[in-house]
């Protein structure tokens, strides 16, 4: 079965730059959709189809995806970004949702 | 406003039956895939089963394969997950998500969650 592997914490401080990788094998040939879990909250997508934003989600929020690592991107960081994020793909060869372990964004 | 609304959860022994059910609104409900996505207490997302907005297609984790049953009533707007032979390990938040079109892709709307808890 496909597998999403994400790193279990990233660290930044406010106002600088944090990366969320996703690693798949050959990942850029799927489409990557990213979500942000607050504590006791429901998830929310923040980027789907690899890098577009849905309506409301600032554009401090960004996605690349090639080869095999898919990227979030939150530039000018906020207290407010401190979350869980997760990638996740439709494995359409498995008929499979396939979540990303997820990654804490710690801000410093 | 769309809206999602989860019910059933709660606490059920080993081996026990659960039905939780989810109730929609705000959208042409037919026109779309719907989703379960569990959350074990401290752990990550885990995708559990997708049907299609036409009820003809669904998609189960292999974890509950066999043990769940999701299905749809297309008529009352509501998604179910019938849930079998539940284990400890089946213990989580259960989400109900709405998926961008008919066929899973990505999960757009989410609802607050219902917890289930397996345990004697």
């Known amino acids: 079965s496909y597998v999403l592997t994400q790193p279990p914490s990233v660290s930044v401080a406010p106002g600088q730059t944090a990366r969320i990788t996703c690693g798949g094998n050959?990942?850029?040939?799927?489409?990557v959709h990213w979500y942000q879990q607050k504590p006791g909250q429901a998830p929310v997508v923040v980027v789907y189809?690899?890098?577009d934003r849905p309506s409301g989600i600032p554009e401090r929020f960004s996605g690349s995806n090639s080869g095999n690592t898919a990227t979030l991107t939150i530039s000018r960081v906020e207290a407010g970004d401190e979350a869980d994020y997760y990638c996740q793909v439709w494995d359409s060869s498995g008929g499979h949702v396939v979540f990303g372990g997820g990654t804490k964004v710690i801000v410093l | 406003e769309v809206q999602l609304l989860e019910s059933g959860g709660g606490l059920v022994q080993p081996g026990g039956s659960l039905r939780l059910s989810c109730a929609a609104s705000?959208?042409?409900?037919?026109?779309?895939?719907m989703s379960w996505v569990r959350q074990a207490p401290g752990k990550g997302l885990e995708w559990v089963s997708t049907i299609t907005g036409s009820g003809d297609t669904t998609y189960y984790a292999d974890s509950v394969k066999g043990r769940f049953t999701i299905s749809r009533d297309n008529s009352k707007n509501t998604v179910y997950l019938q849930m079998n032979s539940l284990r400890a390990e089946d213990t989580a938040v259960y989400y109900c998500a709405k998926d961008d079109n008919g066929s899973p892709y990505y999960m757009d709307v989410w609802g607050r969650g219902t917890t289930v808890t397996v345990s004697s």
């Open positions: 050959n990942i850029g040939s799927k489409s």
């Open positions: 189809d690899d890098s």
């Open positions: 705000g959208f042409t409900f037919s026109s779309y895939a």
